[in-house]
């Protein structure tokens, strides 16, 4: 069952990236829409990333995980190497929880 289900999911992703290629020179989107993708590209990964922080297994994750990438985002954003950003990241969220804090 589990390949199976594999094995769809990997059709279907193939399918859908063959038919971007397919369609590329197929389908007119209107202006507003092709200057709109990238940016729903971005909201996306955005909506992702603050899932990601804000709830574990469909709760709150607690205060310790955003204010760890907090001090990541701001690592990040002050061109920090990417091994420090994840480091300080990790260490703060792994001390505010090692003092108690959720």
Do not use: N
Not at 5 to 19: E, K, N
Not at 29 to 57: C, E, K, N, V, Y
Not at 89 to 94: K, P
């Amino acid at each position: 069952m589990l390949i199976a289900v594999i094995v769809a999911l990997a059709v279907g992703t193939y399918g859908f990236r063959l038919a971007g290629v397919v369609l590329h020179d197929r389908l007119d989107l209107p202006a507003p829409l092709r200057r709109m993708l990238p940016l729903a590209a971005a909201a996306l990964l955005a909506a992702l990333a603050g899932t990601a922080t804000l709830t574990d297994s469909g709760g709150f994750a607690g205060i310790s995980r955003p204010l760890g990438v907090a001090v990541g985002a701001l690592l990040a954003w002050r061109k920090a190497p990417f091994v420090v950003v994840v480091l300080a990241a990790a260490t703060t969220a792994a001390l505010l929880r090692l003092a108690g804090v959720p």
